[in-house]
């Protein structure tokens, strides 16, 4: 899978393009960095080649650093991302 997360620090709204090599779940989980869950999408069957676009809402959070938490067929990655 590859995934363009921006902006990067964001201010309100945070895009994730994405494009997946297989068929996969996928999930996108947003954690403060003291590993409290902050916002989450539910993860959804997706269809390999085609370009996916996701957006999380980041107006409410507080200015400091987060994790994302990308998952995909129980691969997890883990992403800094940093609020303004």
């Known amino acids: 899978m590859t995934c363009k ?3 990067n620090p964001v201010e309100s709204q945070m895009y994730l393009e994405y ?3 297989e068929d996969a779940k996928v999930g996108f ?3 403060s960095i003291d590993g409290i ?3 989450k999408l539910q ?3 997706k269809t390999k080649g085609v ?3 996701e957006t999380i809402d980041c107006s ?3 200015p400091r650093s987060y ?3 990308i998952t995909a067929n129980g691969a997890i990655v883990n992403e800094i991302i940093i609020k303004k």
């Open 43 to 45: 993860p959804k069957a």
């Open 19 to 21: 494009e997946l090599k």
């Open 60 to 62: 409410a959070l507080k």
């Open 37 to 39: 869950p902050v916002r």
């Open 67 to 69: 994790v994302l938490r």
């Open 5 to 7: 997360i921006y902006p």
């Open 29 to 31: 989980e947003l954690y």
């Open 51 to 53: 370009i996916y676009n």
